[in-house]
């Protein structure tokens, strides 16, 4: 149970939620856990086994407070709201902001800046913990060279010039993704990106995973009552959605990256776990597949420092956060998106 931007985040199973006059009663299993006094509220957010009562429902909906339900894995399902919503006026701010080059630049340039640098954590990681000079080495200088495209992002004020910088400093990471593997390297080795299908056991792994992720993503954007087809930095196109591929960059290294490899120097995810099937489309089998997804929810649970908020949250929450402070953008409330730093 967290209290993040004036929103209640419930994900604790078996949870009941009451309200007791203008207080919020938060009790799993008989036993109080947390009270709030309801004003304090903007929105409730509801993972897994969760249940709200009907009082409160019908008075957050009065109030014009927002309810979102999500599954136990973080998919979006509905969403509560009164007989007048806000969405639309949200809605409408994230369509017209399309029309303001400036303030999309300056969205599109935050994501990768904040792509970038969570990279370059992953890969600074990668170099202290190498035990191979050469490894150690390429690493840095892949590196540095993300710092250079950090350099060149603040002085391009043009959105494919962002996209080309953000283009360049995937091409180095993965050029040298290999580098951090340190389990049977030659099974796990990618020199590049691919996908649609992935052609290799590591881009199949990491197309996987980032499937999880994409996911979430959307649930967080939906959850907020944003446009998950109306992105800044991914081009508009029919069916894709591009404000949760735009969230998601920010936690591709961090969270995706950085579970693969976990996963692979464990031994946890074997060669034996992928099929190649003819054409050369690499597949992980179903049994591979239900360990990555424990291990991705696990991965979620953990706790790091949110730099914005100054305070410990769930991994997984970090998303549903980071939408909420794109809307508050969006709406005019806060000047400037700012992305998530991993520390």
Do not use: W
């Amino acid at each position: 149970m967290h209290i993040l931007l004036n929103t209640l985040y419930l994900m604790t199973p078996r949870t009941l939620v009451r309200l007791d006059h203008e207080t919020v009663k938060i009790e799993v299993e008989g036993e109080l856990k947390m009270q709030v006094p309801l004003h304090h509220l903007g929105s409730i957010v509801c993972f897994g086994d969760v249940t709200l009562t009907t009082p409160l429902i019908m008075r957050c909906a009065e109030d014009k407070r927002l309810i979102v339900f999500h599954d136990q894995h973080g998919r979006f399902k509905a969403r509560v709201e009164g007989p007048v919503s806000g969405n639309v006026f949200l809605r409408r701010a994230q369509h017209e902001a399309l029309s303001d080059s400036k303030k999309t630049n300056a969205i599109a340039r935050n994501i990768v800046a904040g792509k970038i640098r969570n990279t370059r954590q992953v890969v600074l990681r990668g170099a202290r913990e190498a035990d191979n000079e050469d490894d150690r080495k390429a690493l840095q200088e892949t590196a540095r060279e993300l710092a250079h495209g950090l350099e060149a992002l603040s002085r391009s004020p043009d959105l494919e010039q962002i996209r080309g910088i953000e283009g360049n400093a995937a091409r180095h990471y993965f050029a040298t993704l290999h580098r951090m593997v340190r389990v049977n390297r030659e099974a796990f080795k990618i020199t590049h990106r691919n996908r649609r299908p992935p052609l290799d056991r590591m881009n199949a792994l990491l197309s996987f995973i980032y499937s999880l992720l994409l996911n979430d993503c959307l649930s967080a954007a939906e959850g907020v009552g944003l446009d998950p087809q109306v992105g800044y930095l991914h081009v508009l196109r029919s069916g894709r959605p591009a404000l949760a591929l735009d969230l998601m960059e920010e936690f591709r290294s961090i969270l995706a990256d950085r579970l693969a490899l976990t996963l692979i120097n464990r031994r946890q995810v074997v060669e034996g776990d992928f099929v190649e099937r003819p054409g050369g489309a690499m597949h992980i089998n179903d049994n591979a597949r239900k360990e990555i997804a424990i291990a991705y929810q696990k991965r979620k649970q953990e706790e790091v420092l949110h730099p914005v908020l100054n305070r410990k949250v769930p991994l997984g929450l970090v998303p549903h956060i980071q939408a909420r402070l794109l809307a508050r953008v969006l709406r005019g409330d806060a000047e400037e998106y700012l992305p998530f730093m991993y520390r």
